[in-house]
T-cell receptor, first 115, second 108 residues
Framework: DTGVSQNPRHKITKRGQNVTFRCDPISEHNRLYWYRQTLGQGPEFLTYFQNEAQLEKSRLLSDRFSAERPKGSFSTLEIQRTEQGDSAMYLC?????????????FGNGTRLTVT | QKEVEQNSGPLSVPEGAIASLNCTYSDRGSQSFFWYRQYSGKSPELIMFIYSNGDKEDGRFTAQLNKASQYVSLLIRDSQPSDSATYLCAVNLGKLTFGTGTRLTIIP
């Protein structure tokens, strides 16, 4: 079990640039989630996939954010025209199936700093 | 009203004592509840989940659920300095919705 893998671990970018993060879930997990976490807050839901289908996207997510999960394996999260308010830890998590008791397994996160 | 509420702390507990962490939720339809531990700069890691009213024990940890009061708690017995972390309560509302977390410090 290699766990959930996220790359890069850290990303520093200038305001206005685009960034892309990658997440490789646990291989047999069919659900993949993206969360964002800022200091002193709990993880905030962004979007999730079941296999390759994006099933829900947070209303808080602006149209600068897009996520994909081609072929139902790894996922990418892209932020276009980054703003300083995008600075946060971006967490990816996966689960086998989101039945009531299916826990999420988190990756180590990608810390984004927008200067 | 927030969907999941926790006291942000910090909560300080002497080593060896019982730490009690509390969480309330607003949606009566919630079916399952999770406790995660998060060390500073690290990602959340699952401690345990509970879905039935009452207590569930796992080692030094006990989760308690009272659906009538919409209340979940986590007890940590024989607290150790290594238990110092932020504890996140999460509720299954179709996807996991997290509280802001309670920062726990165990004092040697």
């Amino acid at each position: 079990d290699t766990g959930v893998s996220q790359n890069p671990r850290h990303k520093i970018t200038k305001r206005g640039q685009n960034v892309t993060f990658r997440c490789d879930p646990i291989s047999e997990h069919n659900r993949l989630y993206w969360y964002r976490q800022t200091l002193g807050q709990g993880p905030e839901f962004l979007t999730y996939f079941q296999n390759e289908a994006q099933l829900e996207k947070s209303r808080l997510l602006s149209d600068r954010f897009s996520a994909e999960r081609p072929k139902g394996s790894f996922s990418t999260l892209e932020i276009q025209r980054t703003e300083q308010g995008d600075s946060a830890m971006y967490l990816c998590a996966s689960s086998l199936v989101m039945g009531p008791n299916s826990p999420l397994h988190f990756g180590n996160g990608t810390r984004l700093t927008v200067t | 009203q927030k969907e999941v509420e926790q006291n942000s702390g910090p909560l300080s507990v002497p080593e060896g004592a019982i730490a009690s962490l509390n969480c309330t939720y607003s949606d009566r339809g919630s079916q399952s509840f999770f406790w995660y531990r998060q060390y500073s700069g690290k990602s959340p890691e699952l401690i345990m989940f509970i879905y039935s009213n009452g207590d569930k024990e796992d080692g030094r940890f006990t989760a308690q659920l009272n659906k009538a009061s919409q209340y979940v708690s986590l007890l940590i017995r024989d607290s150790q300095p290594s238990d110092s972390a932020t504890y996140l309560c999460a509720v299954n509302l179709g996807k996991l919705t997290f509280g802001t977390g309670t920062r726990l410090t165990i004092i040697p």
